[in-house]
């Protein structure tokens, strides 16, 4: 299955937050590295509660780590 | 691999064992001179129990394998398994599990109609185990499929 619609930044914002690891945020927002991993490489959506709570320990606004792009024209 | 992944594996090779077992055995009472009633019935005891048993040893052996491992390649005395179900894991489950019913349907009508061509019962209720044993298998191998691919 390709890429989803929905792209973000928690590679970079792990980077400028102390190269903070996969597991750690992990462990922050509740779920397994492996789900982490999964988001990062654009393979899965999260549900809402969970975005949240990833931009939440990285103290940026929702926009800031998720972007929405779509794919087909709908005009 | 992650421990649900395993986990799923470990339930996909146990369930495709018994399902050859019972394929196997069905077959070779059916070449044996016919089906009969206390040879099937039986055979589906031993057919559930076996499934219960092994899921429980196999879940057990997952946590155990999974520790020792870590601990190798760690180093760590109390290695973290990483058994917790997620938002992912559980969508994923429900994905499996919405196929496993579907093949589960599709056997349970497909059975039924044998006995509607005039079939004996009894190959219906073998049928009936069948698919169910099938569905688990196709639903383990969905599960591990939307793990490695994504969704």
């Known amino acids: ?75 | 691999m992650s421990f649900q992944e395993k986990n799923i594996t470990v339930t996909l090779i146990s369930f495709s064992l018994i399902l050859i077992f019972y394929t196997t055995r069905v077959f070779q009472m059916a070449a044996d001179g016919g089906l009969n009633s206390t040879d099937l019935f039986r055979l589906w005891g031993i057919v559930i129990v076996l499934s219960i048993i092994v899921t429980i040893i196999g879940m057990i052996l997952t946590h155990i394998v999974s520790a020792i491992v870590i601990a190798i390649q760690t180093g760590d005395e109390n290695p973290d398994i990483e058994d917790i179900k997620d938002e992912r894991d559980e969508l994923i489950d429900l994905k499996g599990t919405k196929i496993t019913y579907t093949v589960t349907s599709l056997g349970s009508f497909f059975a039924m109609f044998t006995f509607v061509l005039g079939q004996s019962p009894l190959v219906m209720f073998a049928l009936l185990v069948f698919f169910g044993l099938m569905a688990q298998v196709i639903g383990d191998v969905t599960r591990l499929v939307i793990y490695r691919r994504g969704f």
């Open chain 1, 1 to 75: 299955m390709g890429k989803l619609a929905i792209s973000n930044n928690i590679r970079k914002l792990r980077f400028y937050h102390n190269e903070m690891t996969q597991k750690e945020l992990a462990d922050k927002v509740g779920v397994t590295r492996q789900t982490i991993v999964a988001i990062e490489n654009a393979k899965y959506s999260p549900s809402l509660e969970l975005a949240f709570r990833i931009a939440f320990v990285f103290d940026s606004p929702l926009e800031e780590v998720f972007s929405y792009e779509p794919k087909d024209d709908p005009i």
